[in-house]
């Protein structure tokens, strides 16, 4: 049978080339020649046999003398397939991306060698102002009887803040009685809190009474008029010709208006004196109730007992906001399935590339990244470490690298007893205000993400004397943490402080206008009168000083930010061959000071998960 299938396999393609049957002596004569190959190829088989296992032979003895070609310890759970296809750049990104091994710590310094860190240069020179110019006039009450504004604020804490800020604002524009906001107790953070659980009620409507006239509820017979629900919702950064034309008809009509979902509703550039008015509800206005100002307080003064000063950091790395932000970290496939299904809740996110997220900045810092970043900086291991964060994915071995670098680590849990958080603990809101206060009360302010909380804080520091408030520049500190292992640590922190320069709060950084105002209150920061004159004398003694330290004659109290350091190209380092040690290529910055009348280009803004 098996003659007969290979004949008729033979048979059709002759047939087919040659237009007719074969005869039967073509056929005798092709099966007689492929027996004779087979013959031939018999006696070969041993031979290639031999010559198979001698070079398999060959390539076990070269393993075994130089190891694997691959380690396998770089990719986290190999023994299976990734359940979602990643870039493999990202999966060799770093071995433990959010854990980074303790043994690796032992190049780092303990000591700090930087002593500029604790002060912004020139903060001296500018001053925080909200009072609006003579042609601002005042809120008249016969004149917003008949118009009621309602909002709805949306989000945590702090994104409600920026709400209820805007609403004052946007209730100026309007010439509208303004109702005291309500909160968000419906969201993720499921807060029942009211504004005046947070914020003291009456200090806020006699604060600005001035500027907008502010009630605590609607009069009865306007109660009925929302509850038929004339809400409406107002597009994102609505400018005042927005409000005019979209709300106004409705408020004249209805008299009444609610505004729902409100945070981020209103335009970032305003004439100036209403951004004023921004200032001066989200600095003056906005205060927090007793209960929370004393027991925030308490902790700070707790900070202060146990060292003169103190940096905070506020540390967003909870499962929710690394789904959010679609960035991987180095967990496998464990990481990928349990935030993978988190993500599913926003069904109106698109699938992500984790590469090209962490390339762009737009993932936040893992904790053993921030423990780096500061000691490239030049903290040292004395430094007392306040970290104020919510549930941290990994728990403690996420948290076991930087506590390792900072072991004067402390949270509010550990300042504050159970009893005396008993009153907060069970209300998010109330316990991100305790951090709120710790944080802008702290020497130095550090961020590991691009969120409200950090947004709003940056603001706030700026205006009340520029405290010093670092940002991490993540679109370059991402490559100098993937090439970490390929340089000395010398090298590494000295790429750090070049990377963060314009990142350290310093007056200025950001061209006026450009950013989101809250972040950035430039219309809200003022300069004395001889601030420009006394900062250029200040710059030419300090170059005159490292032209005298550069001809060889001793300078004494040369401050450290005059170091030399690496200059930082606009494009990101990708390439292993610019972090040799080795190399000869590294051009230097001639000792370039920081100076706070060169702008620099604002990074770019993302908002994130909330606060």
């Known amino acids: 049978m098996q003659f007969i299938n290979g004949l008729l396999t033979w048979i059709g393609p002759w047939t087919w080339k040659h237009g007719r049957l074969p005869n039967v002596g073509t056929i005798m004569a092709v099966q007689r020649q492929k027996f004779r190959m087979r013959i031939l190829l018999i006696p070969s088989i041993p031979t290639l046999s031999l010559v198979c296992g001698s070079i398999l032979l060959a390539l076990t003895f070269v393993s075994i003398m130089i190891g694997p070609l691959i380690d396998l310890r770089h990719f986290p759970n190999h023994s299976g397939p990734p359940p979602v296809p990643i870039n493999l750049a990202v999966e060799t990104r770093n071995p433990d991306a959010s854990k980074l091994r303790l043994s690796e710590l032992k190049d780092v310094p303990t000591q700090s060698d930087r002593s500029n860190l604790w002060a912004s240069k ?81 200090w806020f409507i006699s604060f600005l009474s001035k500027d907008v006239v502010i009630v605590k509820e609607l009069p009865e017979k306007f109660q009925k008029v929302v509850g038929r629900s004339h809400g409406m919702r107002v597009p994102r950064k609505c400018t005042q010709h927005c409000y005019e034309n979209r709300v106004l008809p409705v408020l004249l009509k209805r008299h009444v208006v609610e505004l729902t979902k409100f945070d981020y509703r209103l335009a970032n550039k305003l004439d100036t004196d209403l951004q004023k008015l921004r200032c001066k509800v989200n600095y003056h206005a906005l205060q927090f109730t007793n209960s929370i100002s004393e027991m925030g307080q308490k902790l700070v003064d707790r900070m202060k007992k146990r060292s003169r000063r103190f940096l905070a950091l506020h540390l967003r790395f909870e499962p929710d906001m690394l789904a959010f932000s679609g960035c991987y970290y180095g967990g496998g496939d464990k990481e990928r399935r349990e935030l993978g299904a988190i993500r599913k809740r926003w069904k109106t996110l698109h699938i992500s590339s984790p590469d090209k997220e962490r390339r762009h900045g737009k993932c936040p810092l893992t904790p053993q990244e921030v423990g780096l970043m500061l000691r490239a900086l030049g903290f040292g291991s004395d430094l007392h470490l306040y970290v104020a964060s919510g549930e941290v994915y990994g728990g403690e071995e996420t948290l076991a690298p930087l506590k390792a670098l900072f072991p004067n680590f402390y949270t509010k849990d550990t300042l504050a007893s159970k009893e005396e958080l008993e009153p907060f603990s069970s209300y998010s809101s109330r316990m991100a205000a305790l951090d709120y206060i710790v944080c802008d009360q702290s020497d130095v302010f550090v961020t590991n993400n691009n969120g409200n909380m950090a947004r709003m804080l940056a603001g706030r520091r700026r205006y009340f004397g520029h405290k010093p408030t670092i940002r991490p520049n993540a679109k370059k500190l991402n490559s100098l943490f993937l090439n970490r292992r390929n340089m000395t640590w010398d090298a590494f922190a000295s790429r750090v402080r070049a990377c963060q320069k314009g990142f350290m709060g310093e007056p200025n950084e950001v061209r006026p206008g450009r950013g989101e105002f809250h972040e950035y209150p430039f219309a809200c920061i003022c300069e004395h009168p ?16 490292k032209s005298k330290n550069v001809g060889g004659l001793p300078t004494q109290n040369v401050e450290a930010h005059t170091e030399d350091e690496s200059v930082v190209d606009d494009t990101d380092w990708l390439e292993k061959d610019e972090f040799d040690d080795n190399s000869q290529t590294q051009q230097r910055a001639g000792h370039e000071d920081y100076n706070p009348f060169i702008k620099t280009d604002e990074p770019e803004l993302e908002e994130m998960l909330s606060d």
């Open 530 to 545: 001889d601030a420009r004159e006394r900062i250029e004398a200040i710059l030419q003694h300090q170059s005159k000083s």
């Open 122 to 202: 020139f903060s001296e020179f500018y001053y925080g102002c909200s009072e609006p110019s003579r042609r601002f006039t005042s809120a008249v009450q016969d004149s917003h009887s008949k118009r009621y504004l309602t909002i709805a604020a949306s989000g945590g804490l702090n994104q409600q803040r920026t709400g209820i800020t805007d609403a004052v604002v946007v209730a100026r524009m309007l010439n509208a009685t303004l109702v005291v906001p309500k909160l968000d107790q419906k969201s993720f953070w499921k807060d029942k809190s009211n504004f005046g659980d947070i914020f003291d009620v009456d």
